[in-house]
T-cell receptor, first 115, second 114 residues
Framework: AQKVTQAQTEISVVEKEDVTLDCVYE???????LFWYKQPPSGELVFLIR??????QNEISGRYSWNFQKSTSSFNFTITASQVVDSAVYFC????????????FGGGTRVLVKP | KAGVTQTPRYLIKTRGQQVTLSCSPI?????VSWYQQTPGQGLQFLFEYFSETQRNKGNFPGRFSGRQFSNSRSEMNVSTLELGDSALYLC?????????????FGAGTRLSVL
């Protein structure tokens, strides 16, 4: 069985502060992918990043960065210098070889960036 | 390139009725998946279609069904609607089957069952 846990339900920050979203996952598969999606008020889930289980290199893409640690089964996501437009619900998701394209989502973290 | 298109955006139905939701994937994408989003259960996988065949199914009752056409467009149907079926239904498309494919989502259909 797969499981994704996002312990933070809501985070409120002031513009230009950094925001780190936590994600912990469980899977028995050794081959899997992790994703972050953003859901603005319009409802559409917007793909942000993808990482596979064999690549623990952490990267930065613009204002986004992520920290993947297999030893702790965590895949944390950071928004640097947050902006009001970053206000949304952020979801961490997992897909594994056994589940194919099926995504297992965490409960989501609502981020509110105040001006 | 057009994104995933879902119609209608909003629906209001009454208990016992049935409903059909439509999804047009990104051009060239052959896999379509459906998800249900509710405040209580979060985002849950309904099913995936590829080459007009259901490839994977979530833990939902048989009242939830779907199909995919030769042009990869997909429909999902819910029969004998219950109040608990009120939700945002999201469709996602990807190039192929298999883990790791990036799924691109539509804006969803918000279904209200009265």
């Amino acid at each position: 069985a797969q499981k994704v846990t996002q312990a933070q339900t809501e985070i409120s920050v002031v513009e230009k502060e950094d925001v780190t979203l936590d994600c912990v996952y469980e899977t028995r598969d050794t081959t899997y992918y992790l994703f972050w999606y953003k859901q603005p008020p319009s409802g559409e889930l917007v793909f942000l990043i993808r990482r596979n289980s064999f690549d623990e290199q952490n990267e930065i893409s613009g204002r986004y960065s992520w920290n993947f640690q297999k030893s702790t089964s965590s895949f944390n996501f950071t928004i640097t210098a947050s902006q009001v437009v970053d206000s949304a619900v952020y979801f961490c998701a997992l897909s594994s070889r056994a589940a194919g394209n099926k995504l297992t989502f965490g409960g989501g973290t609502r981020v509110l960036v105040k001006p | 390139k057009a994104g995933v298109t879902q119609t209608p955006r909003y629906l209001i139905k009454t208990r016992g009725q049935q409903v059909t939701l439509s999804c047009s994937p990104i051009s060239g994408h052959r896999s379509v998946s459906w998800y249900q989003q509710t405040p209580g259960q979060g985002l849950q996988f309904l099913f995936e279609y590829f080459s007009e065949t259901q490839r994977n199914k979530g833990n939902f009752p048989g009242r939830f069904s779907g199909r995919q056409f030769s042009n990869s467009r997909s429909e999902m149907n819910v029969s004998t609607l219950e109040l608990g079926d009120s939700a945002l239904y999201l469709c996602a498309s990807s190039l192929a089957m298999g883990q790791g494919n990036i799924q691109y989502f539509g804006a969803g259909t918000r279904l209200s069952v009265l």
